[in-house]
């Protein structure tokens, strides 16, 4: 997730990309707020779901301390998504 400059057309300031290693495929979202992160997430799993049949069971990113909030560890540990924050690199 980062900034994005132009602004986007819709007024969207950040983009998140996912990156699915089984079908080797990235997509790239658009959104305005940094808080949209966690919906972005659900729709792109709904999405992978519903057209390649699909289930994420493991989620690998650089450390992101929203990735730890209350409402994504729920939602990750009822889908039984793996949470794998990625080394820091010192």
Do not use: C
Request: no cysteine; glycine share 6%.
């Amino acid at each position: 997730m980062g900034p994005i400059t132009p602004i986007g057309f819709k007024g969207e300031r950040y983009y998140i990309s996912f990156t699915n290693d089984y079908i080797r495929f990235t997509i790239v979202y658009t959104v305005h707020i940094n808080d949209e992160w966690l919906g972005t997430l659900q729709r792109y799993y709904n999405w992978i779901y519903t057209k390649f049949d699909l289930k994420i069971t493991r989620i690998r990113t650089n450390y992101r301390v929203e990735l730890r909030s209350k409402k994504a560890t729920t939602w990750m540990d009822d889908l039984g998504i793996e949470f794998k924050p990625a080394a820091s690199h010192a």
